[in-house]
């Protein structure tokens, strides 16, 4: 069955950096369109960023420049490498996985198109 665990989250102070990854397993991680969302305190779910089967990425614009997504698909895990942190970062972080025939079609939002989450991981700024 389809699993992914996230890894990786704490408190850091603001201006540091963080490595979240999400080890994936039980589907073809490489056919899928994977993101990373958050949920802050008494907010809805927010997308982060993806990466489309092909490898190609986007970014909400409050992470744009600080934020990087990256895959291995030979190891099955998803990272995101995050710098430069602000408190406003703060959240439940989660990975996710999107079934999707083909490169293109790999959209940030709405987050209930992806199919598979994981359990999150917690991010502290101060």
């Known amino acids: 069955h389809v699993q992914l665990v996230e890894s990786g989250g704490g408190s850091v102070q603001a201006g540091g950096s963080l490595r979240l990854s999400c080890a994936a397993s039980?589907?073809?991680?490489?056919?899928?369109?994977m993101g990373w969302f958050r949920q802050g305190p008494g907010k809805e779910r927010e997308g982060v960023a993806n990466i489309d089967r092909d490898g190609s990425t986007s970014y909400a614009d409050s992470v744009k420049g600080r934020f990087t997504i990256s895959k291995d698909n030979v190891k099955n895990i998803l990272y995101l490498q995050m710098d430069s942190l602000k408190p406003e970062d703060t959240a439940m972080y989660y990975c996710?996985?999107?079934?999707?025939?083909?490169?293109?079609?790999?959209?940030?939002?709405?987050?209930?198109?992806?199919?598979?989450w994981g359990q999150g991981t917690q991010v502290t700024v101060s």
């Open positions: 996710a996985a999107r079934r999707t025939l083909v490169a293109g079609i790999c959209p940030l939002s709405p987050f209930y198109s992806y199919n598979y």
């Open positions: 039980g589907y073809t991680f490489s056919r899928y369109c």
